[in-house]
């Protein structure tokens, strides 16, 4: 088996491409393990480099070296393909997906146990023609998170500062926008604050959206939240953030399926695993391709016992 290492020299704080080489052959080669290690140069070139080795058909693991960004990117890549699987080793200053995988996921950081670790199917969600692993959005989170690009750029402007530039600007410019939306068949409209379509359950740095999402049950967990007011919003994102949104019924419509589509009043930003997708139209669905993940062997992505399956309020066996 081949071990690709996507090296994202974008990802945190600082290019540390050199110094994850130095670590990956302090580790790897005592173990004889073969392995290659390529720096990204562009956006999207780790999708070509993923893509390149799945297609040789020979058997190999991928290792996206960065964030939430560069998985979703190997992710893209390797989808489809049976002889390849992905997986996250973290150095990037989201990792979202890894968030489910509990007290688990601080193995992720060490390679022995992603190089000796086990895979499973991951169902994908196709987001107009973009494949993601974890989390859809459009609406005032998308708006927010995507924002912060723009403030990071300015001197002295630390991560945190960016998101409360991008609240505070999106808070003036307001929260709820009309939209029509069609899920599975079922059709809403008016004003709404955020739609959101989960196959994994964080994003934005650690919100909470759906406790109950599992990548590999064939099925998707849909949030409609209705239009609030300024006054509102700070009781909606704490809640939403904890995974308590069922809690607002008057406000959090939940739904499970396979498909939701979105008219938006204009162009608008939307999150694919936290990278940016400008439409007016968005069609999320469950896609034909899967993908394999390796996980640290013993860990799951299971929800914690006790976390309600259903709206209906069955609990997950």
Not at 9 to 34: C, K
Not at 175 to 180: S, T
Not at 233 to 262: H, W
Request: hydrophobic letters at 40%.
């Amino acid at each position: 088996m081949k071990h690709l290492f996507v090296l994202n020299p974008s990802a945190g704080q600082y290019d540390r491409s050199q110094e994850m080489i130095a670590r990956l052959a302090d580790t790897l080669d005592p173990l004889g393990v073969a392995w290659e290690a390529r720096v990204t140069d562009y956006p999207g070139h780790a999708v070509e480099l993923a893509r390149a080795a799945a297609e040789t058909g020979e058997s190999v693991r991928i290792y996206a070296c960065g964030g939430d960004g560069t998985l979703n990117e190997v992710v893209n890549g390797a989808a489809g393909y049976p002889n390849a699987a992905v997986t996250q080793y973290p150095c990037g200053s989201g990792n979202d997906f890894l968030r489910l995988f509990g007290q688990d996921r601080g193995r992720f950081y060490d390679l022995k146990e992603l190089v000796y670790g086990d895979q499973a199917a991951a169902d994908l969600m196709d987001c107009n023609g973009r494949l993601s692993l974890n989390i859809c959005s459009v609406g005032f989170d998308a708006r927010i998170g995507l924002g912060m690009a723009q403030f990071r750029r300015y001197p002295m402007v630390s991560g945190p500062m960016a998101y409360q530039l991008s609240l505070v600007k999106n808070l003036i410019a307001g929260i709820a926008r009309p939209y029509e939306v069609e899920v599975d068949g079922e059709t809403f409209a008016g004003d709404f604050s955020l739609l959101c379509a989960c196959n994994g359950r964080y994003y934005g740095g650690g919100f909470h959206p759906s406790p109950r999402a599992v990548p590999d049950d064939g099925v998707l967990e849909f949030l409609l939240v209705k239009g609030v007011s300024r006054l509102t919003v700070a009781r909606l994102v704490k809640l939403y953030a904890a995974g308590r949104a069922e809690e607002i019924p008057e406000l959090v419509i939940l739904r499970r399926g396979r498909s939701m589509k979105v008219r938006c009043d204009r162009l608008s930003m939307v999150n694919v695993d936290g990278e940016r997708l400008d439409t007016d139209e968005l069609s999320i669905a469950l896609s034909a391709k899967k993908v394999n993940f390796v996980i640290p062997r013993g860990a799951s992505w299971a929800p914690a016992s006790g976390v309600k399956n259903e709206i209906s309020g069955e609990k997950k066996r």
